[in-house]
Nanobody, 127 residues
C-alpha cells in the first residue's frame, strides 16, 4: 500500500522560509509524478507545485511561482517543497500527492488525478 508522510510545517512569520518534505513508502517514488496541494481554512484545495518522474519538469501555481521550489530525491523516495518569502496567504494545510501511473503527468492540477495523499502538514504564517 502506498503511503505518503509530510513533515516540516510550523508557525513562522511573514518573509520566513520553510522546507516541507514528503516521504513515500510502499512503492518507489521514482517514475511517478509528485505534487503539492494546499487547503486554507474555509477554502477549496488548490494545486501548488508538481514535479515529473525524472525531476526535470516542474510547474507552479501563479501565487507561489518565484517563491516556492519543488524538488525530489528519488534515492530517498522523498519530494521537497522549499518555501521562501512566506506570506499570510500561504497559511494552509499542505498535502503531497502522487499519481497512480508511471511516466504520466496528465491534468496535474486536478486533485482527482492523484489516488494517493499524505495526511498533511500545517503551515501558519503570522503577519
Amino acid at each position: 500500500q502506498v503511503q505518503l508522510a509530510e513533515s516540516g510545517g510550523g508557525l513562522v512569520q511573514t518573509g520566513d522560509s520553510l522546507r516541507l518534505s514528503c516521504t513515500v513508502s510502499g512503492r518507489t517514488s521514482n517514475g511517478y509524478t509528485m505534487s503539492w496541494f494546499r487547503q486554507a481554512p474555509s477554502k477549496e484545495r488548490e494545486f501548488v507545485a508538481v514535479i515529473n518522474w525524472s525531476g526535470n519538469v516542474t510547474a507552479y501555481a501563479a501565487s507561489v511561482r518565484g517563491r516556492f521550489t519543488i524538488s525530489r530525491d528519488n534515492a530517498k523516495n522523498t519530494v521537497f517543497l522549499q518555501m521562501n518569502n512566506l506570506k499570510a496567504d500561504d497559511t494552509a494545510d499542505y498535502y503531497c500527492a502522487t499519481q497512480r501511473w508511471m511516466y504520466a503527468m496528465g491534468a496535474y492540477t486536478d486533485g482527482n488525478q492523484y489516488p494517493y495523499w499524505g495526511q498533511g502538514t500545517q503551515v501558519i504564517v503570522s503577519s
